[in-house]
């Protein structure tokens, strides 16, 4: 991806865009995928880096959801076990399986758990990842060491599917603009462009780093912001209903001896009724999440004191190794972009999480809601408006056998394995530049080349791209981030000829930002 070359594409006034995508997360590139699969001409805008929200901070699951299945959502967990089959054929450099553990203290729940179970196999169908089964106490802690074993009866197994979220973000819109698309990262919306008729014709929209402005002309607009939706349904209606309500979910990442072993451990009812996740995750423990409601989205959202303590306490309940305020490396928070509830006190766990598209009188197509392991469905049941809006035959969608860029079947032997086929050019930059294969940090394997490589490759422009979302450091050690963030700066401005005021100003920012992930003992 080349963003000088791609801010030259949308230079041309006179081009008129099949479809313009505003929100460059899973909803936004979903989209973006789905249409280019169709041959439709796209340009896709987001305001920060790809995957900056939401997109970045979930629990890294590709699942079909057992919890919907108790609460009996049966189509959303059709519909999410068939998009995880494809997502690990398309994408197995970056979505793999994943064995869980649920352990079992009560008869009751063998049997409530090893039936649930079994029907989740069944619903898969042949693309079941494995068949659950439970497992004795004996090999139960043979499997989870460090789980609690007072009144334990056994465990069942099951599986599910594990990602790295703001890596696929970045190889779909890779793979996007491969196909032709225009993905563009730090281009904020100002305006919606209207006909005469009322009808949005298009948008306007401005380099957050030039300052310049474009207007880009479009038949189909799409608002895949996430849980910032409400924000464009006012810019095209200033008398606009609020339609999101944001949830916040938190996650604690943890050293992996807290649950050795390479099993996650899936607790399905916690003290309020929610559920919770250790996963083994880039050699860490990510543990979550919660379920609160908040009332206004943050790009930033932070983790409230409650948050944390409820996920500290729960894992403590479980886990023989208990983990302390101390233990936590890094603590993230995500919104996810829910309906707004008719009723006040309903409880975010309770309400769908289907997606929904909506069009606006305008004709300013909205999708909200949905989750990661649905977004290509998502962005296909979005892309299927186009002939409504336009008239215009829409080809058949091919997104579902699209192979997502750097894909690579081959098993990784290294943690350079989520780079897939690009691993490839890392190793060459790693031979051109005996420097660029110095480690960035004493206790990590990730080298400089890779720095390099996000530079020339990857759209990365800001020091935060590089240590949040290509190497995902800030989410597994914020301390290390802030480390490494030096000499992450330095290579940068090299690469992106920055002079010595960008360093200072880009670590000043960073650091800031890196202090929000870590708590105080």
């Not at 190794?321 to 993230?332: A, E, F, G, I, W």
């Not at 294969?437 to 020091?463: D, G, S, W």
């Amino acid at each position: 991806m080349n963003r000088k070359e791609n801010i030259k594409q949308i230079s041309d006034q006179d081009k008129i865009w099949d479809i313009a995508v505003i929100g460059g997360g899973s909803s936004g590139i979903g989209v973006a995928l789905d249409a280019v699969s169709r041959g439709l001409s796209v340009a896709l805008f987001e305001k920060s880096d790809f995957a900056k929200g939401t997109s970045s901070r979930s629990t890294k699951l590709v699942h079909g959801g057992v919890r919907y299945l108790a609460q009996g959502d049966v189509f959303l967990v059709l519909e999410a076990l068939k998009e995880r089959g494809r997502l690990l054929r398309n994408a197995p450099h970056l979505a793999h399986n994943q064995s869980f553990v649920i352990p079992i203290y009560t008869f009751f729940d063998r049997m409530k758990y090893t039936v649930g179970l079994k029907m989740y196999d069944w619903m898969a169908g042949k693309l079941s990842l494995g068949k659950s089964t439970f497992i004795s106490k004996a090999k139960t802690i043979e499997r989870l060491p460090t789980i609690k074993q007072e009144n334990l009866k056994g465990g069942v197994i099951y599986y599910d599917g594990q990602f790295d979220d703001a890596r696929l973000a970045l190889n779909v819109a890779q793979t996007c603009d491969e196909k032709g698309a225009v993905v563009l990262n730090y281009f904020k919306v100002n305006q919606l462009l209207k006909g005469k008729d009322g009808k949005i014709n298009g948008l306007s929209v401005k380099d957050q780093f030039s300052k310049n402005n474009y207007d880009i002309n479009a038949k189909m607009v799409v608002n895949a912001t996430g849980v910032f939706a409400d924000k464009i349904l006012q810019l095209d209606n200033p008398e606009a209903k609020k339609m999101i309500r944001p949830s916040q979910g938190i996650h604690l990442v943890l050293d992996r001896s807290f649950l050795s072993g390479e099993d996650a451990l899936m607790i399905p009812e916690t003290s309020d009724g929610r559920v919770l996740f250790a996963v083994p995750w880039h050699d860490k423990l990510v543990v979550g999440t919660t379920d609160t409601m908040r009332k206004k989205p943050k790009l930033e959202p932070a983790a409230l004191e409650k948050e944390i303590d409820f996920v500290l306490k729960t894992a403590q309940e479980y886990l023989t190794k208990k983990p302390q305020r101390s233990d936590v490396l890094s603590v993230y928070a995500g919104l996810r972009p829910l309906a707004a509830p008719t009723d006040e006190n309903e409880k975010t766990k309770e309400i769908s999480r289907s997606h929904k598209v909506l069009v606006s009188d305008s004709n300013l197509i909205t999708l909200t809601g949905g989750k990661w392991t649905t977004f290509r469905k998502m962005g296909e049941d979005t892309v299927e408006y186009f002939t409504r809006l336009t008239g215009e035959r829409l080809p058949k969608s091919t997104s579902a056998d699209i192979k997502i860029h750097a894909y690579s079947k081959e098993k990784p032997i290294d943690y350079l394995g989520v780079y897939g086929a690009d691993r490839i050019a890392i190793k060459k930059l790693q031979d051109e530049n005996s420097e660029w294969n110095e480690l960035l940090h004493p206790k990590y394997p990730f080298t400089q080349a890779e720095v390099v490589f996000a530079c020339r490759n990857e759209m990365a422009i800001k020091v935060e791209d590089v240590l949040a979302r290509r190497i995902r450091i800030l989410f597994l050690d914020a301390q290390a981030s802030m480390d490494m963030a030096p000499i992450v700066a330095e290579l940068m401005a090299k690469e992106l000829r920055k002079d010595e005021a960008w360093i200072e100003k880009q670590l000043k920012d960073f650091n800031k930002l890196a202090k929000r992930y870590l708590i105080e003992s």
